[in-house]
């Protein structure tokens, strides 16, 4: 026991325990990295960062419409094609519910959920049932941060005519 303590005491035994603490500290940190561009794998997220969910819990207007490649509407811009996208909105501000205002100014409730790969933003359960619908209507997430979104109707809509939507929006 006495070559033990003795053992312990002396300057290699310190800076090996050092150096095997300092390991133990780092053993335990591992690092993410963003999945490559295309994988089609989504990251997991960081802690502290909000999911895409958490990033769309909001109502959001419009501010740049286009229809089949063609701007019809641009927020501030009194000669747009369709200024009925004026009073567009998508309230996400419940997870239980979602409102839409739509371009011809009537409104649709039900429920919305994103995909489990953050693809797709999908309103449930629309009533009353926008025309030619069922009552869903889903959206590709182009992109999404905090204050902007993305969105595209890949489906047609009988409102406009259009055969693909792309919608960019801001929070209020």
Same mark, same amino acid.
Not at 31 to 41: D, N, R, V
Not at 77 to 84: E, F, H, L, N, Q
Not at 103 to 115: A, C, L, P, Q, Y
Not at 159 to 164: H, Y
């Given at each position: 026991?006495?070559?033990?303590?003795?053992?312990?005491?002396?300057?290699?035994?310190?800076?090996?325990?050092?150096?095997?603490?300092?390991?133990?500290?780092?053993?335990?940190?591992?690092?993410?990295?963003?999945?490559?561009?295309?994988?089609?794998?989504?990251?997991?997220?960081?802690?502290?960062?909000?999911?895409?969910?958490?990033?769309?819990?909001?109502t959001?207007?419009?501010?740049?419409?286009?229809?089949?490649?063609?701007?019809?509407?641009?927020?501030?811009?009194?000669?747009?094609?369709?200024?009925?996208?004026v009073?567009?909105?998508?309230?996400?501000?419940?997870?239980?519910?979602?409102?839409?205002?739509?371009?011809?100014?009537?409104?649709?409730? &039900? +429920?919305?959920?994103?995909?489990?790969? #953050?693809? %797709?933003? =999908?309103? /449930?359960? !629309? @009533?009353?049932?926008?025309?030619?619908?069922? &009552? +869903?209507?889903?959206?590709?997430?182009? #992109?999404? %941060?905090? =204050?902007? /979104?993305? !969105? @595209?109707?890949?489906?047609?809509n009988?409102?406009?005519?259009?055969?693909?939507?792309?919608?960019?929006? %801001?929070?209020?």
């Amino acid at each position: 026991m006495e070559k033990i303590n003795k053992y312990l005491k002396s300057k290699t035994a310190r800076n090996l325990l050092g150096l095997f603490a300092i390991l133990a500290l780092f053993s335990g940190c591992t690092p993410t990295t963003p999945a490559p561009a295309g994988s089609g794998t989504t990251p997991t997220p960081t802690p502290g960062t909000p999911t895409v969910t958490e990033l769309m819990n909001k109502t959001w207007t419009v501010t740049i419409v286009k229809e089949d490649a063609t701007t019809v509407y641009t927020k501030g811009d009194g000669s747009s094609i369709r200024m009925g996208y004026v009073d567009f909105q998508l309230n996400l501000s419940s997870l239980t519910s979602a409102k839409l205002t739509a371009v011809d100014g009537r409104t649709f409730t &039900g +429920t919305w959920s994103v995909s489990a790969d #953050s693809k %797709t933003l =999908t309103l /449930l359960g !629309l @009533t009353p049932e926008p025309t030619g619908t069922g &009552g +869903t209507i889903a959206y590709e997430i182009n #992109s999404i %941060t905090d =204050t902007a /979104l993305k !969105l @595209t109707r890949n489906s047609s809509n009988r409102k406009t005519g259009a055969a693909k939507t792309e919608y960019e929006l %801001t929070n209020k």
